[in-house]
Nanobody, 124 residues
Framework: QVQLVESGGGLVEAGGSLRLSCALS????????IGWFRQAPGKEHEGVSC????????FYGDFVKGRFTISRDNAKNTVDLQMNNLNAEDTGVYHC?????????????????WGQGTLVTVSA
């Protein structure tokens, strides 16, 4: 399976915004869903958001609280994550991956082929 490629991270002050992009290796419709997951230092991957291909329904982690928006760009074959009002707790490496849903939460299951990800650093 070809890795997905993430981009768009960077250093931003608290309250700022970033837009992440995930380049897909197959057509979006070939996936059940695509999710964004983040990993803070020393922690496991945490589901941020995912979008289901058959109906474009979106799901968000509770900590997002209306700050992020996931969308797909058909022309570019990407899944993007617009992140606004960032805070220091959002700092981490953000990965995208094929996603499932478990009890309404984005879940990467046994996926292991993580790419390099894109680093988001939010200064307080």
């Amino acid at each position: 399976q070809v890795q997905l490629v993430e981009s768009g991270g960077g250093l931003v002050e608290a309250g700022g915004s970033l837009r992440l992009s995930c380049a897909l290796s197959e057509a979006f419709s070939d996936y059940y869903a695509i999710g964004w997951f983040r990993q803070a230092p020393g922690k496991e991957h945490e589901g941020v958001s995912c979008i289901r291909s058959r109906d474009l329904v979106t799901f968000y982690g509770d900590f997002v609280k209306g700050r992020f928006t996931i969308s797909r760009d058909n022309a570019k074959n990407t899944v993007d994550l617009q992140m606004n009002n960032l805070n220091a707790e959002d700092t981490g490496v953000y990965h995208c991956a094929p996603s499932g849903l478990v009890s309404g939460s984005c879940d990467y299951g046994d996926f292991e082929e993580w790419g390099q990800g894109t680093l988001v650093t939010v200064s307080a």
